[in-house]
């Protein structure tokens, strides 16, 4: 299977890991469908990539099921299904707000989940569906109990997914840290956070968008991979 002139769409493509994924998936003649809470964000995403031909942009919130409904109902021929979108909360458990953990959980499990079932509806029966979970489900950062869990939790589920919707393939990529527009909503030095992670990487530097573009192709374009978790983290979670 190669992705030229398949139509893929790419829940989170407006910025980070899904502009990556979405980059790689033009270069190799794919039609893109970003989708997002912004709408500007998406067109800019758009014009960055230079893809007004072969890009369209759909304004959805993965934790609403009448936007991903929304989304499949507007997007014929799907071949395959990017999800790369979550809004996460670091907070200790302590004082956790629990309408944050509830957002974590709509966006990247229940979102992983409302996708799956409309996607599942427009799919080729040869297409596929990756999700995206995280190093941070072996390694979590401090007050990342919920992301943790979340991407965690994320692995036993395209397991599910995977045997119930099958022959359609679900998967999940497993993300080290990777420089994203995600890091500078965290309130931390990012520069001498991603120096010193660099320098325990058995890999020596940190991810970037276009590394995980490159493992989600892998992921589309592999017909006997289903139900897997492919780690792209630079050897993150045993250094
Ligand atoms: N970057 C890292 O170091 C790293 C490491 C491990 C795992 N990950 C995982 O990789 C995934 C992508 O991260 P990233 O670094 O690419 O972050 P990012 O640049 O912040 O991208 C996330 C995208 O998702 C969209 N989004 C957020 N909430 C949404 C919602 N409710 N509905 C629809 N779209 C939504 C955002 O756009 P809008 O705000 O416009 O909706 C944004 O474009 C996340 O699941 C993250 O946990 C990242």
Redesign the pocket.
Known sequence: MNLKDQTVVI??????????VARACLERGAHVVL????AN??ER?LDALQARDRGQAI??????ET?VARLFAQTARVAHVV??????AYQPIREFEVSAAR?AL???LL?ALLVCKHAARRLDPSGSITL?????SERPLPRGSM?AAV?GALHSFVRGAALELAPIRVNA???????????D?LGIDKTAAFSAMAQRLPAGR??R?ED?GHAAVFLMENEFTTGAVLTV?GGHRFA
Do not use: H
Not at 132 to 136: D, E
């Open positions: 829940v989170g493509g407006g910025s980070g890991i899904g502009f990556g989708a997002g809470r912004s964000k998406l995403a304004a959805a919130d993965i934790s609403q936007d999800v790369t979108a979550a809004d996460l957002r709509e966006s990247k979102g995206t979970s995280g190093v941070a992301v991407n990529l497993s993300p080290g840290w990777v420089d994203s527009e995600l890091w909503t940190i991810g968008p995980l983290d």
